[in-house]
């Protein structure tokens, strides 16, 4: 839902009813990730997509149905059957989607998340997608309650909203948080009055986790593209460097800010202040020991995504000798991706950027990084 939330909400205040189809989950090799969504305007418009084309034409049709009669639905879609032209995944994977209309009804809800979102807080909307319906894999939901479509916001400690009985809607806080915290989005299961016994209710959590940090060392023109290609794959980006001369915003138009600090210190002072977690990529390519060694005794010892170092391999030698010197483990000093990024053959800083974004996504989802003809299973790996 995140690609489609502000034209949401622009429609919803002007008084628009639109529907809204959401992935709520996914088997094998699905195309998009659950919170991946789709909303169709009263006016026939369409923005986002679920499923890159396989699916969306269908998709269509349902959320003009569900437009006209306000009744949600849960659609189960497989693997397409070429012989019947059945509608379905040509990847082999299955999805489930959830279909909603919405209207100014929601605008509660929708202000909260919109209020958030400008503030660059985290928050999560949990929707009930399902009733009595068991396992959602091809369920045909039924709403004995009423719960269907009932939602509730979570954002900056307040809830807005409720799913229809207020312990459920403490239990699904409390839990809409845990995965808020780790920046998924995904389906709890309830009883009626919140018994965390995973059967009576489903109900999705779109999670709009705050940008995950990309902090680069070193005002390097390789910086400027590390920078560059960490913010279109939606990083919040901050290059340090203690020279202030090469540390300026002119040089760094697409990092977020731009700091002029001993890069140790610098670090330091984040994860004193909490802004580093288990998502932040910290890229170090400023190839001097000096600035190099501290730096890199410090971030290895935290709970970080990645940490990768640009040199030869004589300085890649020489710094780990430094970093056991200074008593790092072997287990945190094999963390290092050094040198940094992958063995793609470039040479230009754009390349060079390439190879280490692909480091980056590699190690957030597992990939190995090598071609996927070369490779049999799934596709996509597993969020």
Known sequence: MPDVFDDLHRRCRAGETVALATVVATWRSAPQPPGAAMLVAADGTVTGSVSGGCVEADLYE???????TGVPELVHYGVSDDEAYAVG????????????RIDDGALAQLDAVAAARRAGEPAAVVTCVAADAGDLPGATPTDPAGRLGRR?????????????????DDAAADDALGLLAAGHSGVLR???????????LSLFVAAYATAPRM????????AAAVARIGAFLGYRVTVCDARAVFATGRRFPDAHE????????????????????????VCVLTHDPKFDVPLLALALRQQVAYVGAMGSRRTHDERHKLLREAGLSPEQLARLASPIGLDLGGRTPEETAVSVAAQIVAARWGGSGRPLSALDGPIHHPG
């Open 62 to 68: 349902r959320a003009r149905h569900v437009l006209d």
């Open 89 to 100: 995944l040509t990847c082999g994977g299955m999805l489930d989607v959830f279909v909603e």
């Open 152 to 168: 509730l916001a979570l954002t900056g400690g307040q809830v807005t909203g409720s799913l229809g009985d207020d312990r459920l």
């Open 190 to 200: 309830y009883g009626y009055h919140g018994q965390r016994r995973g059967t009576g």
């Open 215 to 222: 902090i680069v060392f070193g005002a390097i023109d390789f």
């Open 258 to 281: 731009v700091v002029v600090q001993w890069p140790h210190r610098y670090l330091r002072a984040e994860v004193d202040a909490g802004r580093v977690d288990a998502r932040t990529v």
